[in-house]
C-alpha cells in the first residue's frame, strides 16, 4: 500500500461501503482546465484500490478543449511522453448521488515522481492556499451557483425554453423574482437535489428563485476555500444528473439566452488565523479592515489579467451586455452589487469581500486560485484599493473588452503565470486561442440571415 499524497485513507472507504451496501459502481472525477469532469466508472470492489494505490490517467486531459480533443500547444507544455499519472482521491469527498445510484469521489493528479502535476488546476489553488497559510492565513471561503433549468424538448421554432414545474407540470414564462410558490412548484427536483447533497455531505443552503424564467441560485455554506471549490464541482454534477432524471437539463452557461439574466458565480472570501478568528473583521465600528482593504487592491489590480479564468468562454462575454448585477468593471464598495468587488454588510466577525465577476462556468479552482493570489500579492505590497464606488474601475489597467482580448492579457500576464505556474498557464492560454479560433472559422445562422443574400 503506497501513502495516499491527499491524506485520504481506507477508513473513508470502509465507512462508504458499510453505508452504501447496494453501490455497485463510483464515479471518479477529475477536474479538468475547463471544469469538465473527466474519469471512469468503477465498481465497488475497485474503490479500495484506488485509495491505497491512486488509479491512473493521461495528463492530456489538461490539454483537451471543452469537447475532448487535444489541442497540440497545449500538449506540448506537457513533456511526458503521453503516458499515465497517478490520480487519488480528494479526501472528504467520497459520496453518494441517489438520483444515479452511484458513489462519486473527486480525484487530484499527480506525476511521475509524485510531485502534484502542474496541469491540475486543483493544484494550482492549494498552492495559493500553501501560500496563504504561510503568511499565516488560513483561506475561508463560499460561492454562490447560479443556473437554468432547461426543458429536454425544444419550443415549436426550435428554441430553448424553461423546464415544467416538476409538482405542476406547468410552464411559466414570468420571471418570478424570489417567488417561493414558484420554488414549491419545483420542490420534488429540489427536494431530490437537497437529498443528494445530504448523502454527499454537500452544504448546500438557502434556494432563491432568481431573475429570469426557469433561473435558480443554490447558497453554500461558508468554509475551507479547498472545500468550498470541491462543493461547486459536486455540486454541479448533483444538480446535472438529478434534472436529467426528471426530464430538463440544468445549463451551467454564463448567457444562455441574450435577452435574460445571466448566471453568476459569486466567490466569498476571507482570510482567519490559526484560532478560526476572522482577520477581515472589523477593527472598530464602522472601520474597514486594512488586511481586507489591501487584498481587495490586490484583486482590482490583477482584474484584468485574470479575466480569462472569469469569463473562460465566447458565451461568457454576453454576459457583461447587461451590466446590472454583471459588474464589467474592477469597483469596489461596501453594500453596493452594482461593483465588482462588494464588501456585504454584516457582523463585525463575519466580513468579507465578495467578488462578482466570475460566470457560474468558471473553472471554481482557477477561480479561487487567482482571487486568493492576487489578494495575497495586495498583502504583500500592502496595495491602496483606491476609491470606493461603482465608477469606471480608474486608477488600475482598464479591463478587456473582449474575449480576444482577454486571451491575449492573460497570455501576456507574469501575474498569471506566477499564481498558476508556467505549465499550467501556457496550456490554458494555448486552449483558448485554439477554442477562439475555431469559432472564429465558422459561420453562424446569424450571418446568414443579415448577410446571406442582401450583401
Known amino acids: 500500500m503506497t501513502a495516499s499524497p491527499t491524506r485520504a485513507t481506507i477508513d473513508e472507504v470502509s465507512a462508504f461501503l458499510a ?22 466508472i468503477i465498481r465497488r470492489h475497485e474503490l479500495e484500490g484506488l485509495f491505497a494505490q491512486g488509479r491512473g490517467m493521461p495528463a492530456s486531459l489538461f490539454a483537451q478543449d ?35 445510484g452511484r458513489g462519486v469521489v473527486l480525484v487530484t493528479m499527480f506525476d511521475a515522481a509524485g510531485q502534484p502535476h502542474p496541469g491540475d488546476p486543483r493544484h494550482a489553488m492549494q498552492r495559493q492556499i500553501a501560500r496563504a497559510e504561510a503568511m499565516g492565513f488560513h483561506p475561508m471561503g463560499a460561492m454562490e451557483l447560479e443556473f437554468y433549468l ?20 406547468r410552464r411559466s414564462r414570468a420571471t418570478n423574482t424570489m417567488s417561493v410558490d414558484e420554488l ?14 445530504k448523502s454527499m455531505d454537500l452544504p448546500l443552503e438557502t434556494l432563491i428563485s432568481e431573475y429570469a424564467p426557469g433561473q435558480y441560485e443554490l447558497t453554500l455554506k461558508y468554509r475551507a476555500l479547498a472545500r468550498a471549490a470541491d462543493d461547486i464541482i459536486l455540486a454541479k454534477r448533483l444538480i446535472r444528473a438529478t434534472a436529467r432524471r426528471f426530464g430538463f437539463e440544468a445549463c451551467f452557461m454564463a448567457k444562455p439566452f441574450g435577452d ?24 472598530a465600528p464602522g472601520d474597514v479592515s486594512p488586511l481586507m482593504l489591501a487584498a481587495i487592491g ?19 462575454w454576453r454576459r457583461f ?21 462588494r464588501i456585504p454588510s454584516g457582523a463585525a466577525k463575519t466580513r468579507h469581500f465578495e467578488h462578482r465577476v466570475a460566470g457560474v462556468d468558471a473553472n471554481p479552482y482557477l477561480l479561487a486560485a487567482v482571487t486568493l493570489g492576487t489578494a495575497l500579492n495586495g498583502i504583500e505590497h500592502k496595495t491602496d484599493p483606491g476609491a470606493a464606488g461603482p465608477g469606471d474601475g480608474a486608477g488600475f489597467a482598464p479591463l478587456p473588452q473582449s474575449w480576444q482580448e482577454a486571451i491575449a492579457t492573460f497570455a501576456g ?14 496550456g490554458f492560454a494555448a486552449i483558448k486561442r485554439a477554442e477562439y479560433a475555431q469559432l472564429a472559422s465558422e459561420v453562424t445562422e446569424v450571418e446568414w440571415r443579415l448577410y446571406g443574400f442582401v450583401v
Not at 497540440?72 to 469527498?93: F, H, I, K, M, Y
Not at 500576464?413 to 501556457?426: F, K, N, V, W, Y
Open 298 to 316: 490586490g484583486v482590482r489590480a490583477g482584474m484584468a489579467e485574470s479575466m480569462l479564468i472569469l469569463a473562460p468562454f465566447l458565451n461568457s
Open 260 to 283: 435574460l439574466s445571466g448566471s453568476g458565480m459569486h466567490l466569498h472570501l476571507s482570510l482567519a488565523d490559526e484560532t478560526g478568528a476572522n482577520l477581515f473583521a472589523d477593527p
Open 150 to 169: 432547461i426543458d429536454a424538448e425544444r419550443d415549436a421554432a426550435g428554441r430553448t425554453q424553461p423546464a415544467r414545474y416538476a409538482l405542476t407540470k
Open 66 to 100: 471543452v469537447e475532448g480533443d487535444d489541442v497540440e500547444e497545449a500538449l506540448a507544455t506537457q513533456n511526458d511522453g503521453g503516458g499515465d499519472s497517478r490520480c487519488w482521491p480528494v479526501a472528504g469527498s467520497l459520496g453518494y448521488i441517489p438520483a444515479t
Open 321 to 341: 451586455a447587461n451590466t446590472v448585477y454583471s459588474p464589467a468593471t474592477n469597483s469596489w464598495g461596501e453594500e453596493d452589487r452594482n461593483v465588482a468587488l
Open 184 to 197: 414549491d412548484e419545483m420542490s420534488p427536483f429540489f427536494d431530490a437535489v437537497y437529498a443528494g447533497a
Open 19 to 40: 453505508k452504501y451496501p447496494e453501490v455497485e459502481a463510483i464515479d471518479i472525477v477529475l477536474t479538468d482546465a475547463h471544469g469538465i469532469g473527466r474519469g471512469k
Open 413 to 426: 500576464s507574469q501575474t498569471m503565470r506566477d499564481i498558476l505556474g508556467e505549465p499550467m498557464h501556457a
